[in-house]
């Protein structure tokens, strides 16, 4: 996709050289400047009752009069908030789908100012509406003719828009690393795929890159990661991914991602129905790699590192039982109650090793618990951390991402589930709070530094008609690593 902008004014819109134009309406405040052959149309459309001046509702014409591109989409918008906006050319885009466009020019027809984040948003929109998974089915057809995208702007907006594509585009190209991934079923994505794909990353990207194997990882002492691989023929890998934008001595900002490339639940195992999903449980692995690149390609002055701890979660004569117990990396050690509570357990190592960076925050990003989706359903991601600024800064990013997220509570009250009389702590607390719990339970290995936790499970895909990953939380974590640089 070639992004880019052009200034003109709302009256030379008719003449811009393109296959489609697609023009936003904010509301009724139809831009007085706007050239006359475009108000008519708009205003015709409206009186003949073809096109209400309602969010959400759009209009194609063809060939319209007086305007030099042969097609024409209305798209009316309830604010000019980057999140109407980008809901409108979303619509927008889906009107123009079916047709031979392969220029789309956007633009405001009423009011409007371009921000970075209008910008920003329709990249974001254009690659939602492009991206299409093929690999085990390269029959998939085309997303459409689209190939490039022009941002018609007053030359005031035009800098603010030159930086909003850039990170639009950088973000735009981090979610389809992770929706890639992701959907990837688990017979082609396994940890060893993950570590080749990481390993490709900091080639193309210039990341420093680091794959630790089983023995690495029993060498560490990490006990409770390596139990969860052990039920597995599959091997498991330890990533290590470094992205260097400052000097050496500035503390680094650490994304730990969750990377179950397929969640049988092992012994405790799974009911049958949707366990395919099972195969997103490296959503959280997908969005450290996503964010990665997205960071590498804005080039930011700080220092990133991504930590995947990578295996499959299976059923065997070797693996994990319930009762048994673990000694993690932290030297704490750990009831296994239940083998299906495996993302924790492979967790609180990589948190643990952590630590050796000194990092400035640590974040964590994994496909966690049902219980986040009983409490959030599919839009909000669940965020936890005891610590009010770093809750802000994260809650910020999720805003001017348009990836949102909520926070729920860390009372240390939540801990009490966690007891065992075999271990210092078990890996389940009760059913009720439990992603809660199991916040609380990541939480007892985070002590050394500043700490937030994000529960992608019901964010990280959809189900249904639609299944397939969505790439999330890639804009909140860029975003958020982005302001860190500020
Ligand atoms: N990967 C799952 C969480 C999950 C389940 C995400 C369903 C999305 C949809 C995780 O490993 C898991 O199995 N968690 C258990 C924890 C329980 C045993 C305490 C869960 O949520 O049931
Ligand atoms: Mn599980
Ligand atoms: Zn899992």
């Not at 007086?66 to 927008?92: E, M, P, Y």
């Amino acid at each position: 996709m070639d992004f880019r902008h052009l200034v003109a004014t709302p009256d030379a819109l008719t003449a811009v050289a393109c296959d489609a134009l697609l023009l936003v309406v904010t509301g009724d405040a139809v831009d007085s400047a706007l050239a006359a052959p475009l108000a008519a149309l708009l205003r015709d459309a409206v009186a003949q009752g073809d096109l209400a001046l309602k969010s959400g509702k759009a209009l194609y014409l063809h060939r319209p009069a007086g305007v030099k591109a042969a097609r024409l989409a209305f798209a009316v918008v309830a604010n000019t908030s980057a999140k109407a906006f980008k809901a409108g050319v979303a619509q927008g885009l889906g009107l123009l789908k079916g047709t031979g466009a392969k220029h789309i020019a956007v633009a405001f027809a009423g009011k409007g100012e371009w921000l970075a984040d209008h910008a920003e948003a329709v990249v974001a929109a254009v690659g939602d509406a492009t991206y299409v998974y093929r690999h085990t089915k390269p029959s998939a057809p085309a997303a459409g003719a689209l190939a490039k995208l022009t941002i018609v702007c007053g030359k005031a907006d035009a800098k603010a828009v030159t930086q909003g594509l850039a990170r639009g585009e950088a973000i735009a190209a981090g979610v389809a690393l992770a929706r890639e991934c992701a959907n990837r079923p688990a017979n082609h994505c396994t940890p060893t795929y993950l570590g080749e794909q990481a390993k490709k990353l900091g080639k193309s990207h210039g990341l420093k890159v680091e794959v630790l194997d089983r023995k690495a990882v029993e060498k560490l002492g990490m006990g409770s990661f390596r139990s969860v691989a052990q039920g597995s023929a599959e091997p498991l890998r330890f990533i290590v991914a470094r992205y260097e934008g400052a000097a050496k001595t500035q503390a680094p900002v650490v994304l730990v991602g969750k990377g179950i490339t397929f969640d049988t639940g092992g012994i405790s195992i799974k009911p049958a129905a949707e366990m395919d999903e099972m195969k997103f449980d490296m959503g959280g692995a997908a969005s450290v790699l996503g964010t990665l690149r997205a960071i590498a390609e804005l080039k930011p002055k700080l220092n990133l590192i991504g930590i995947i701890p990578s295996c499959e979660n299976m059923p065997s004569s070797r693996a994990v039982k319930p009762g048994d117990v673990v000694t993690s990396m932290s030297g704490q050690t750990i009831e296994i109650l239940n083998t299906d509570a495996e993302g924790r357990l492979i967790l609180c190592d990589a948190l643990t090793y952590a630590e050796r960076f000194k990092p400035a925050v640590v974040v964590d990003i994994a496909t966690l618990t049902g219980a986040c989706v009983v409490a959030l359903g599919y839009h909000h991601s669940g965020l936890f951390t005891a610590d009010d600024e770093v809750a802000g800064q994260m809650l910020a990013a999720s805003r001017s991402a348009l990836d949102p997220c909520w926070r729920m509570p860390m009372d240390e009250e939540y801990d009490e589930g966690l007891k065992s009389n075999f271990a210092d702590m078990g890996n389940i607390g009760g059913r009720m709070g439990g992603a809660i719990t199991a916040a609380m339970f990541l939480r007892r290995f985070t002590g050394k530094y500043r700490w937030a936790h994000l529960d992608i499970a019901g964010t990280a895909w959809k189900s249904g008609a639609a299944k397939g990953a969505t790439g999330r939380p890639v804009p909140l974590l860029t975003h958020f690593v982005l302001a860190q640089a500020k």
